[in-house]
Every structure is written in structure tokens, then in C-alpha cells.
């Protein structure tokens, strides 16, 4: 190990060294070289208090880390993958490892579920998609904007000086911090549709440096988990074709089984008392080459996204994007591979 280490470039929170730390140790394994983490603190971590919204959302974290690798701070990037903007810039790759369960976690106390949780309890989030889901399924239930770390989360339900009856987080960082114990339920993804790419990572590194350096093209490439890549690439491209960002009120849930990658996404009304849901799925056989398989995945994506735009998604979420007047006809007629099971 003569080279010198590669800078690994993360926040200083329990979750995200956690992460940071797990990559570092598969690409020491695989590059045969040190690698350091380097913390990067943004705007998000040293303002505690407001709302993560108006901050531009979790946008803010992965801003200060490409800040970061554009200035060569660090080489490597590591990210939540639902954190990240749907634009890849040039100058930048991402690769995704094999995906935690992608569910949104109920934590409770005494063990309630959100059919058991009482008359009008105060539920705890600060995601606008976990909110309207959350309202869609329980109307009577008081949903309450909090932000912070998972440790800050947990103590408004569980903790001494608990306010709240429960919080919703998401289950891959409960997991990565070895607290599933707090789980009471995981929520059915057709009844609270994950947030498109939650529970997955993206690792992020140079353009220039994968060109330069083959070595480290080939540890970056070996991190890539390819059905975990083709789920999320079709529930990012919900995204992208709505023209929404990681705060809108959008879930999607994407699952490569049997050669077919199904995917379901939903948009709610923030309010909760309108929703509008899509499946669909497409034939990617295992012998499928990437170059093709990615693209299929990128269109089924888009495909769900249309009739979501037709049925008037883009009214009930308060976005921009306008139904493509060329498809939005068409995609209202059914089609064979509609799927009613859901992925
Ligand atoms: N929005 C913040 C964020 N970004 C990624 C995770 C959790 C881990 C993941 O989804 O990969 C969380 C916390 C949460 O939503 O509870």
C-alpha cells in the first residue's frame, strides 16, 4: 500500500459514518489501498432548527459533499440516494450498492401499529410524502413536523420526555445504526410508498479520476448492485418526469423479481385527501446486456410518471411538469403489462 489514501468525504452524523464507513472498508478490500473519511459539514447540519423544507430539503447535504469532490477535498462521495437531485451532473458518477429494505418504519410506543395507533394520534415526520401517506391512511391522526437525527426522532415517540405517539423513519438507517428494535411496524409499501431510491446509497466519484485510473474504475464498478441499480433508476425517473425533488410528496417502489422489474409510484395531495397511484412493469431478463436493461428501467419509470401527469398528478401535487401532449393521450389507454399486484 504505497499510494496514498483515497479521501473519503462524509457528514459527521452517526448515520451517514456509519454508511461512509462500510464503503470505505469494501473499497480498501478491493482497491488493496487506505482509505480516510474526511467530514464535510453543510448548511443542513449546523442549522438544527430550520425546517429542513425551506433549507431546499435534503439537497443541502449532498450539495456540501459535490462541493466537496468538485474541489478536491475528498475523491469518494458517499450519499442516501433519495438525498440526491435527479440531474447527474457530467463531472460526476454514481455507482449503488445492494439497496437496504427500502419500507418506511412505524415507531411506536407499547407497540402500535398505524391500524392501533389511538383516535387522533400525533404522529411525528418532517417528509411531506410521509405526511399526505400518512393522512390518506389515518385522517384523524395529528401529523407533526420534526426534523433532526435519528436518535433526536426516536426520543419525540420513545423517549422520557416523549410528546409524540410515534415517528416514521426509514427503516435502512434504523438498520445501518442496529436500531430495528425501536420498529413497531414496517409499513406496507402499497399502503406508505417509500420515497424513490430510499434504503439504497450512491457512491459518487470523478468523471476525470474513473477515466485516469483504471484501477479505481473497477473497485467503483464493483460496488454497483445491478438489480438495485435498475429499481431505483426506474423510481428516479418517476421523479425526473414529474420534475419534482426529494421533498415532494411522491413515493415509488421499484423490485427486479422473476425477469420483471415492477415498479408502483404514488402522488398525494400534502393534505393527504387525494391520491393518485400507477403500476407497471417491463420484461429484463438476467441475460439482458446493461446497455439496454438501464434505459427499459429509465422508460418504465417515465411511462408511470405520464399517466400519472394524465390523471392530473401535477395539479394535485403542486408541480410543475406538464403532461407530454404527444403521450398522455395514449398512455390512458390500458396496456398489457399494467400490473394490479404491484411490485
Ligand atoms: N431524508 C433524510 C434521510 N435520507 C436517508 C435516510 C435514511 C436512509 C435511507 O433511506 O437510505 C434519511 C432518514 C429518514 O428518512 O428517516
Known sequence: MS?????????????????????????????DRPVELVHITSQGDADRT??????????????????????????IAVHSLKDLPTAQPDELRIVSPE????????????????????????VGTGSP?????????????????????????????LGDEADLDAVVLAFAGLAR????????ELLDPLVVAPAPGQGALAVEARTADLTADAELA?????????????????????????????????GAYARLEDGALALAAVVSRVDGTEQLSHTARVEIASHVADDDADPAAYDLGVRVAERLLADGAARLAELTAAPA??????DRVPTGTDDPEGP
Open 3 to 31: 499510494t496514498p489514501p483515497l479521501r473519503l468525504g462524509t457528514r459527521a452524523s452517526a448515520l451517514a459514518t456509519t454508511q461512509s464507513g462500510t464503503v470505505a472498508r469494501r473499497l480498501e478490500e478491493l482497491l
Open 50 to 75: 430550520t425546517p429542513l423544507a425551506s433549507l431546499g430539503g435534503a439537497g443541502v447535504f449532498v450539495a456540501a459533499l459535490r462541493e466537496a469532490l468538485l474541489d478536491d477535498r475528498c475523491d
Open 99 to 122: 439497496r437496504e429494505d427500502p419500507r418506511d418504519a412505524l415507531c411506536a410506543r407499547d407497540g402500535r401499529t398505524l391500524d392501533t395507533l389511538p383516535r387522533g394520534g400525533r
Open 129 to 157: 410524502r410521509r405526511a399526505a401517506q400518512l393522512r390518506a391512511a389515518r385522517p384523524d391522526l395529528d401529523v407533526v413536523d420534526i426534523r433532526g437525527n435519528v436518535g433526536t426522532r426516536l426520543a419525540r415517540a
Open 177 to 184: 445504526l442496529e436500531r430495528t428494535d425501536v420498529v413497531s
Open 218 to 250: 473497477r473497485a467503483f464498478a464493483a460496488l454497483d448492485h445491478r438489480p438495485t441499480r435498475l429499481a431505483v433508476t426506474a423510481e428516479r425517473a418517476v421523479l425526473a418526469r414529474l420534475e419534482a425533488g426529494c421533498s415532494a410528496p411522491i
Open 325 to 330: 401532449p404527444t403521450t398522455a393521450g395514449a
